[in-house]
C-alpha cells in the first residue's frame, strides 16, 4: 500500500510551531493552486494521522477531508468530528490491514512529526510529497520526531522549482 507524508515545511524542517499553530502558512505569498493538493487529494482514498493533528482539525471544527476513510492513531478516547468518516482501528498494525480490507490503494499521512516516524521505523512510509516553505521558524514541531528529512534512503528524488517554494517528491526504499 503507498502511504505518502504530504505536508508542508519551513525551510528548517518545522511544520507548525510548538503550540501547533500553522498560521505561518498564511503569511506567506503562496498560491494555494501551486501546491498541488487538489491532484494530491484526489490521488488518495483514505487517511491516518496522530492524535495531535486530529485535536488541531477537531478545535478547527470541522472535517474537511469529505467521506474518505480516516483513522486516528490513539490510545485515548476519541470523540467523532460531525462529518468524519473515521473508523475504529487505532494502531497503524491494525488499521494498514483494515486500510487493505477495504481495498484501499494511497493514505495520506496527515500528520504528524511523531507519526511520520513511526512509519518510517516500521518501513510503512512509502512516499514523501513536501512543500518546503521559504521561511524559517527556528523551533517547533519537526517534520519527523526522530529523522532526517535529509539522512533518508530514497530510490527516486525530485525537486520541483515552484512559485516561491521547492516541492519534494520522494520515493522511499
Not at 478516547?77 to 473515521?86: H, I, Y
Not at 521558524?137 to 519527523?144: E, H, R, V, W
Request: hydrophobic share 40%; charged share 25%.
Amino acid at each position: 500500500m503507498k502511504i505518502t507524508y504530504y505536508a508542508a515545511s519551513s525551510l528548517d524542517g518545522f511544520i507548525a510551531r510548538e503550540d501547533g499553530d500553522v498560521s505561518w502558512l498564511d503569511t506567506l505569498d503562496i498560491d494555494p493552486a501551486d501546491t498541488g493538493y487538489e491532484e494530491f487529494f484526489a490521488s488518495i482514498d483514505g487517511l491516518v494521522m496522530g492524535r495531535s493533528t486530529y485535536d488541531f482539525i477537531f478545535n478547527y471544527g470541522s472535517w474537511p477531508y469529505g467521506d474518505k476513510p480516516g483513522w486516528v492513531c490513539t490510545s485515548r478516547a476519541l470523540e467523532t468530528l460531525d462529518g468524519a468518516n473515521l473508523e475504529n482501528e487505532r494502531t497503524i498494525k491494525d488499521i494498514i490491514p483494515a486500510a487493505a480490507a477495504m481495498e484501499l490503494k494511497h493514505l495520506w499521512l496527515v500528520g504528524g512529526g511523531e507519526l511520520a516516524s513511526s512509519l518510517l521505523d516500521e518501513g510503512l512510509l512509502t512516499h514523501l510529497s513536501i512543500s518546503e516553505m521559504p521561511i524559517r521558524l527556528n523551533t517547533g514541531i519537526p517534520l519527523f520526531a526522530r529523522h532526517r528529512l535529509e539522512n533518508l534512503e530514497t530510490v527516486k528524488r525530485k525537486i520541483i522549482r515552484k512559485n516561491g517554494f521547492n516541492q519534494l517528491e520522494m520515493t522511499l526504499i
